[in-house]
């Protein structure tokens, strides 16, 4: 269920920062199928282990989902990490995985709803966004979710049409 209409993506300058959480490997065919979908276990997880308060220098109320290490380039599987936003120059707890988030361009797309189900929804929203856009091509570098009460987002990062990354 969503809640009205939601905006077009944009075009959005992200600085870079850091997330630091679990992590597992994944694919696309994966979290289509419940038996072997890892996101709900990560942010069961997440929960269970308490992650966000095991983490020096996390910043509060910044949660993100990060998609990275894509294999092959089309991103059939990736690597994905769940954990609070984090300032640089802590050590990362036992456990735990640190993943940079480049800054630059972002196409950003708003999610409207409540987790899990308009999430899952703003996916297929990106999906058919790529397969229709001749503007844009997913670079396939780093993408995330960035977890806020009321302002959830999914920023994908993108290179033009000669391939230069956004």
């Known amino acids: ?4 209409p939601t905006p077009p993506p944009t075009l959005v300058d992200v600085e870079s920062f850091d997330v630091v ?12 199928d419940p038996s072997t979908a890892e996101l709900p276990r990560l942010w069961q997880r997440f ?8 983490v020096a220098g996390a910043i509060p ?17 990736y690597t994905v ?5 984090a300032r640089p120059g802590h050590a990362v707890p036992a456990g735990l995985t640190r993943v940079h988030v480049p800054g630059g361009a ?11 189900d ?18 844009h091509r997913r670079a396939f570098t780093v993408d995330f979710e960035m977890l806020r009460p009321g302002a959830t987002t999914i920023s994908i990062s993108v290179s033009d049409l000669d391939g230069r990354e956004g």
């Not at 959480?21 to 289509?32: F, K, M, P, V």
């Not at 990490?81 to 936003?85: E, R, S």
């Not at 972002?106 to 899990?116: D, K, S």
């Open 118 to 135: 308009a999430i899952t929804a703003a996916w297929s929203r990106v999906h058919a966004f790529f397969a229709a856009d001749a503007a």
């Open 1 to 4: 269920m969503t809640d009205g």
């Open 61 to 77: 109320g910044r949660v993100a989902t990060v998609y990275h290490e894509y294999a092959p380039a089309d991103g059939d599987e």
């Open 106 to 116: 972002y196409l950003t797309f708003a999610v409207n709803g409540m987790p899990p």
């Open 81 to 85: 990490v769940l954990g609070p936003g």
């Open 21 to 32: 959480g679990i992590a597992a490997r994944s694919s696309a065919a994966r979290e289509a």
């Open 47 to 54: 929960f269970d282990e308490n992650v966000g308060r095991r």
